[in-house]
């Protein structure tokens, strides 16, 4: 597997830190990655290396405001501003892999973005898989934190928030906690606006399943306590049937990808890459 670092400036100045990973022989697709709220793209090194062994590039990068990327910390100007990083890092793996299919992954705040993405973007791609998105925490937000969240929104947008994951419910292997824990380029923040519009943007994803324009693979843990479970699968039952292969985790936790079973979980992935390809 080969693995290159490199920054790109977006639209509005920021510095964004990307990677990409690849397999050493014939590539047969191209993934674009969008991580979770708070963490970063390096902790998907071992999903990579997993898809390089299956013929499949991953092209990552942190989201601004995370990991090696620029902006305050867990602080996004609009969902506008995110749609055109997304382009950028979908045109990177474009631009490497010419003549490639792509598709768009996310996880989580990732998983969120990805589906808004592909609901609104109009994305030429070949198709979407999405871990465990952010459509709604799994407890509901305090009433007090969220009226302050409105009143933020406009008047102090960039206001930081403690973000309220969950650690302890990543995942059943308590290793990946205490490394969660010790990365320091994780944070707990997220802003008064990403917080809001992430909320409201979970709606509008649900509200519009049934136009979902692409093949998704969709995943989630039915013992997730970071995301709200239900909310995924009243996605799932709204797509259109042609489009969407839905499965659940009977008893996993919120990082499928970094649970025990995980070698599980990525050969369903890459099996339903490969039956898409055909």
Excluded at 220 to 241: C, E, I
Aim: hydrophobic fraction near 35%; aromatic fraction near 10%; include cysteine.
């Amino acid at each position: 597997m080969q693995h290159t670092e490199y920054f790109w400036e977006t639209e509005d100045n920021v510095k964004l830190f990307g990677q990409e990973w690849k397999p050493e022989g014939k590539i047969k697709g191209a993934i674009a990655l969008v991580h979770g709220l708070g963490e970063h793209s390096g902790r998907y090194e071992y999903v990579a290396s997993t898809l390089a062994a299956k013929g499949y590039s991953l092209t990552a990068f942190d989201l601004r405001g995370h990991g090696k990327s620029e902006g305050k910390r867990g602080h996004s100007p609009s969902y506008a501003a995110l749609m055109a990083d997304i382009t950028q890092n979908i045109n990177l793996a474009k631009d490497h892999f010419q003549d490639t299919p792509v598709f768009l992954y996310g996880h989580s705040l990732g998983g969120n973005l990805t589906l808004y993405y592909c609901l609104t973007q109009n994305p030429g791609l070949s198709g979407a898989i999405v871990t465990a998105p952010g459509l709604g925490t799994a407890a509901p937000v305090p009433a007090v934190k969220l009226a302050l969240g409105k009143v933020l929104y406009n008047l102090l947008p960039a206001t930081q928030m403690e973000n309220g994951l969950d650690r302890s419910g990543l995942s059943r292997d308590p290793e990946v906690e205490r490394k969660y824990a010790a990365d320091p380029l994780v944070h707990s923040k997220i802003s008064a606006r990403w917080a809001l519009d992430l909320i409201n943007n979970g709606s509008y994803i649900v509200d519009h399943a049934s136009e979902f324009p692409l093949p998704l693979l969709l995943m989630q843990g039915t013992a997730d306590r970071v995301v709200n479970p239900a909310l995924t699968k009243t996605f799932a039952n709204a797509a259109p049937l042609s489009k969407i292969t839905y499965k659940e985790w009977e008893g996993f936790y919120h990082e499928l990808h970094n649970e025990p079973e995980k070698e599980k979980v990525l050969k369903f992935m890459t099996d339903w890459l490969d039956q898409e390809l055909k």
